[in-house]
């Protein structure tokens, strides 16, 4: 690999996310894998593709909180060479809570 994987990358549930590492060549074969498990090419919740310059992409097209964990890119045959594999872990975030107008003040007098 030329480009490793970032050491983390995270997303809001929903928001694209985008994983990218480069090889020095297009000709070697890639696996993605979530921890141990190997992602099938065939699964519809993500996009896998690799150019004819050696940039291998990985997109989670719509994260939810099991997407979150460590993700590799390994060259097929060459695991466990040094330079043969990138990780990264993906965090995703709890999303946001915000007021959609403004608060107004108000006072109120208790009764007894």
């Given amino acids: 690999f030329t480009k ?12 694209e996310l985008v994983l990218k590492c480069t090889l020095n ?3 070697a074969p ?11 090419s065939e699964d519809t919740r993500f996009d896998i ?3 004819i310059i050696g940039v291998c992409t990985f997109k989670i097209k719509n994260p ?5 964990a ?3 890119c390994k060259i097929v045959g060459r ?4 330079n043969c594999s990138t990780k990264t872990k993906v965090v995703i975030k709890a999303t946001p809570c915000y007021f959609t107008r403004q608060l107004k003040s108000f ?4 009764h007894r």
């Fill in 64 to 68: 939810t909180k099991e997407d979150a």
């Fill in 30 to 40: 890639v696996k993605w894998f979530k921890g141990s498990k190997e992602i099938a």
């Fill in 70 to 72: 460590k993700y590799s």
């Fill in 4 to 15: 490793n994987l970032p050491k983390q990358l995270s997303s809001l549930p929903g928001e």
């Fill in 25 to 27: 060549t297009y000709k």
């Fill in 79 to 82: 695991e466990e060479e040094k």
């Fill in 107 to 110: 006072r109120e007098i208790e």
């Fill in 49 to 51: 593709d690799k150019d």
